[in-house]
């Protein structure tokens, strides 16, 4: 990394974050790990770079305020596909049910569901 100029490495940062960008819209989440590893390893390179001017970084800091919100929103989406998971495998177990007087009954569901085959 020591022969990149610091414009290069800010240059390649950017690209990084588009291809991340379009991973995060594509619901690629695999494609993030191994861009997460460059871009610390470019971020690393930049802090130890101490020639930078505020300006040539703005632009990336957007895109990284962008990707960030992006990020939020799929890390979002999976709590919510795993709160849903958890609550229909609740479900299964049981049904919970309340009389008129307010007291909470449980009406436990069967075993396994089976297939029954007829010829």
């Known amino acids: 990394m020591t022969d990149r100029t610091p414009q290069d490495m800010i240059e390649q940062l950017d ?11 594509a619901g690629d989440l695999h494609e993030l790990e191994p861009l997460l590893a460059q871009k610390e390893e470019i971020i690393t390179a930049l802090n130890l770079a101490g020639d930078l001017e505020r300006e040539t970084l703005e632009s990336v800091q957007s895109k990284v305020t962008r990707n960030q919100a992006l990020l939020d929103s799929a890390m979002e989406g999976i709590r919510a596909v795993a709160a849903r998971m958890a609550e ?7 049904l919970d049910v309340y009389d008129q007087a307010g007291r909470k009954t449980r009406f436990a569901t069967r075993g396994a569901p089976t297939l029954e085959k007829r010829a």
Request: net charge positive; aromatic share 0%; glycine share 6%.
């Open 15 to 25: 690209d990084l974050l588009d291809q991340e960008r379009i991973a995060l819209l």
């Open 88 to 94: 229909l495998r609740r479900v299964r177990k049981g």
